[in-house]
């Protein structure tokens, strides 16, 4: 169906972007929704997020109100919300509406809007993981499989009739980044199905299970800080799960570390007076080794091995060489007084 149907595009970040591409070969784009302008790169200057670049070098109309639900009192993002209400009397009804982690609610006065629908590309198998951070959350439960769904809006957080759906076998490596990155993609995929498909009737999805909802909350950064209660299995998903924002970070004899790659060791003994307790860090033949809980037998413990770490204001490095940095920089400290600080 090139370009017989019309769209507005509500989204914002990088994950975005492949839903936008899809949308734009695929109808005439009337106008792109996304959250305002944020201060961004090392010079936090106020920037446009992805989605907005890519709109605007496409000369799409572009519209960033802070919210759909109430008029702001501040001045400049009250006109913000006036210019995309006063465009939207005037527009044509658009056929549809694409949402790809837009970031705001949309009120009812919105979803009635399109003559199709507003369609949502999230990035889990609905009901599972509705909310607002399915992929990291997804990789913190320990999941075999995920993937993207297509779903028809409606005024209830991600319940909408499922339209269409890609699986995805989830890989032991896999990264909040690594994750978004393919999920991304495939929604592209996904949408692009739905418009080759789509014959101008009316939309019929199969209704969400309500007995496997579960939900995707959203991270607290607080999250991240490390506990001596988290079992082998716990702190390597956390790490990857985290690792964009607000990664996992340990006290290590008053630094603050972040963890930025792990892999769990089986069937490792370390035999040191430093290794004892949940929370100590072991060097071992050049490796970096974290002495945990074990997450099948809760009564031994089990070893992480820490690959790549980031020291504050530092870069990030492989976890043995930042250590041995450290201690070169610190001569009145031995390798031996490696230890995790609760």
């Known amino acids: 169906m090139k370009k017989k149907y019309t769209s507005v595009f509500f989204g914002t970040p990088d994950f975005a972007l492949p839903s936008l591409q899809t949308t734009l070969l695929n109808t005439r784009v009337l106008g792109c929704v996304t959250q305002p302008d944020r201060p961004r790169g090392r010079g936090q200057k106020l920037s446009p997020c992805p989605v907005k670049t890519l709109a605007m070098e496409n ?24 210019e995309f209400f006063e465009w939207k009397k005037q527009l044509e009804k658009p056929d549809f509406l694409i949402v790809t ?12 809007w399109p003559k199709f629908g507003a369609l949502n590309v999230h990035a889990s ?16 439960a320990g999941d075999q499989l995920t993937g993207v769904s297509l779903q028809k809006m409606i005024f209830e957080l991600d319940a909408g ?26 929604g592209g995929t996904l949408l692009n199905e739905f418009f080759d ?5 009316v939309l019929k999805g199969a209704p969400q299970n309500s007995a ?19 079992t082998d299995f716990e702190f390597d998903r956390r790490v990857k799960a985290f690792l964009l924002w607000p990664s996992v970070k340990v006290k290590f004899l008053d630094q603050q570390v972040k963890i930025l790659e792990t892999k769990i060791v089986e069937g490792l003994e370390i035999h040191s007076p430093g290794s004892k307790n949940c929370g100590d860090l072991t060097i071992l033949n050049n490796s970096v080794f974290l002495t945990t809980r074990n997450h099948f037998r809760p009564s031994e413990l089990g070893f992480v091995e820490i690959l790549k770490v980031q020291f504050a204001g530092k870069a990030p490095m492989p976890a043995f060489a930042a250590f041995q940095n450290f201690f070169h920089q610190n001569s009145k400290l031995s390798l031996c007084e490696l230890k995790q600080s609760e």
């Open 212 to 230: 496997n909802v579960s939900f995707a909350k959203k991270i607290d950064k607080f999250e991240g800080y490390y506990s001596p209660t988290w």
């Open 59 to 82: 000369k799409v109309s572009c519209f960033s109100p802070p919210s759909l639900r109430k008029r702001p009192t501040d001045g400049e993002l009250a006109k913000s919300f006036d």
């Open 161 to 186: 009739d499922v339209l269409l759906e890609k699986t995805l076998k989830l890989k032991p490596q896999d990264t909040a980044q690594t994750l978004s990155n393919t999920l991304s993609t495939l």
């Open 125 to 140: 198998l609905l009901p599972k993981w509705r909310g607002a951070a399915p992929i990291q959350r997804s990789i913190e």
């Open 197 to 201: 498909r789509f014959d101008g009737a």
């Open 101 to 112: 982690a837009y970031g705001n609610i949309l009120p009812q006065e919105i979803l009635d």
